[in-house]
């Protein structure tokens, strides 16, 4: 592993320790050697703590692998720059018995190392439990892997729920502020199928973004049908649910009074400035409302704390 932080706030560097990352270097080429050889790894000098070689038949799959498909063209990418220079950057597991373990990262040099014909890897060898080793998973694959904006913001919504994380400690772990995972979470509040092309990259999280601007779901998929017809840009997409979302279905709005873009501007800025949704509710006479929205405790106490409230 690299000991390079840049990034990673308190993320697997913290979890898995600087001491084993240093050992990565001074290990990785000899181990590699015995690799090469096909000698097989003798299982009682695994030491904990520390890399070892071991046999790809006494490693099994990390059950709590945050992502279900690799691509088949860059595991055999890396296949080959495995037969050629060797794994450079050991995998990490869990003992679970005498002569078993279980990745906690690096599948995909895993599965590449069988696609290159390896019969041993070298791998830092940890003691987890389970909810340990799903943290360090997801950690893991959030900092290295290249995840989209779905698998990210399932992965958030993971370590918040099964191991018990507040979106501040979230953010820690992974180097992010709140309101970036606040906004993550929000990709799991749109329609199935909006999340569906999230994942298949035929829009981008900006658009997403723009989407939720809206709390109407036909609405929001009507939007959505517009980005894939008409190949619309984040900011089209932007203006695009700006001139929605005040429509009541009537031809009053043709007709707006000469405050109406003035409360609309106001009410983009307060969105900005507190990264959320901020309606303003005016009326004729004066009166009206002012409505923050906040989609969780969290995201309710960083605004508490953005309003300056004793």
Known sequence: MSTKKSGLGKGLSALLGDSVAESAGNNAASTQAKTETSVMPDISRVVVGAVSQISLNHIEANPFQPRTEFDEGALNELADSIRQQGIIQPITVRKVSNDRYQIISGERRFKASRIAGLESVPAYVRTANDQSMLEMALVENIQRENLNALEISISYQRLIEECSLTQEQLGERVGKDRSTVTNYLRLLKLPPQVQFAIRDGRITMGHARAILGVDDI????????????????????EELVRSASPKKGNRKDDKRPTWYTEIRNIEERLAHRYETKVEIKHKENGSGQLVINYFSNDDFNRLIELLDFD
């Not at 036909?218 to 997409?237: C, E, P």
């Open 218 to 237: 036909m609405m929001q998929l009507q939007i959505f049908n517009d980005i894939l017809a008409g190949d619309l840009s984040v900011r089209k997409t």
